[in-house]
């Protein structure tokens, strides 16, 4: 299934267990890029049922389950391969170094890359002003948010607070897997009086007994429903057992620990 984003339109492709990657088509000018590849014969066989080339790929982070088509990929199309500068020897193939603040056009769109620590040090997410899109990789989960393999919570705290002031409340948001039924089942359990989230719990098991997707979301839904963007609400902190005045870093790095040993 495809979505158009303005001039962007966006193919995802399910690969893994539960990775999505996206396959993205400039119409008007003719450009393709792909995000996070995790494997390369899904990208080849979807790009070669819609007749498409491959112009770059752009990697959010080096996780295997992010850049393991890169190489084959990038030998079949010779596309070029953006991803984190510091990330250089850890990510496939790079080609274009990113760090926060860089930017890049794709088509006639310009993109622009955050710098998102925290579930790796190097992590970095695509924003796309234009078409009101943004791929945070592992960082943000529709729900949830990435686990903290390489970063401290005070960076993962750091990077979802500028996810949240930098995409306006209507951007939609893509991120890499499918974790959404267990994210939801533990969201309940430490904001147990919201309203929106008991709403969406609801919609998010309807789609899922269905095996439908619940990628893309939006920053409006997670600022309204995920556990990890409201570490500042007064009811989920009394949710969790912890003072109302408590430092919104400190309620994060709870949540955290809690939704681990979910
Ligand atoms: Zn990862």
Same mark, same amino acid.
């Given at each position: 299934m495809a979505?158009?984003? +303005?001039?962007?339109?966006?193919?995802t492709v399910p690969a893994l267990s539960d990775n999505y990657i996206f396959i993205l088509e400039? &119409?008007?000018?003719? &450009?393709v890029a792909v995000i996070d590849p995790s494997e390369s014969k899904p990208v080849v066989d979807r790009l070669e049922d819609l007749g498409l080339s491959l112009d770059c790929i752009l990697n959010t982070h080096h996780h295997y389950d992010? =850049?393991? +088509?890169?190489?084959?990929?990038?030998?079949?199309?010779? %596309?070029?391969? !953006? +991803? !984190?500068?510091?990330?250089?020897?850890?990510?496939?193939g790079i080609t274009h170094h990113l760090s926060e603040g860089s930017e890049f056009h794709f088509g006639d769109e310009l993109v622009e890359v955050l710098e998102t620590p925290g579930h790796t040090t190097g992590h970095i997410s695509f924003y796309f002003p234009r078409s009101k899109i943004a791929f945070v990789g592992d960082t943000l989960f529709v729900m949830g948010c990435g686990r903290l393999f390489e970063g401290s919570p005070q960076q993962m705290h750091a990077s979802l607070q500028k996810l949240a002031t930098t995409l306006p409340a209507d951007t939609t948001v893509y991120c890499a897997h499918e974790y =959404? *039924?267990?994210?939801a089942k533990f969201a309940i359990t430490v904001d147990s009086g919201n309203q929106a989230l008991a709403d969406r719990f609801r919609e998010i098991e309807s789609?899922?007994? &269905?095996?439908?997707? =619940?990628?893309p979301t939006t920053m409006e839904a997670e600022l309204k429903t995920n556990p990890f963007l409201r570490c500042g609400d007064g009811d989920l902190k009394r %949710?969790? +057992? *912890?003072?109302g005045d408590a430092e919104e870093v400190e309620v994060f790095r709870r949540v955290r620990q809690l939704k681990d040993n979910f």
């Open positions: 979505r158009t984003h +303005g001039d962007v339109v966006v193919h400039h &119409q008007k000018r003719n &450009q992010h =850049t393991d +088509g890169n190489l084959a990929l990038k030998d079949r199309y010779d %596309c070029k391969v !953006f +991803g !984190f500068s510091g990330d250089s020897s850890r990510i496939p =959404t *039924m267990s994210n789609l899922r007994s &269905q095996k439908l997707k =619940t990628v %949710c969790i +057992g *912890m003072a």
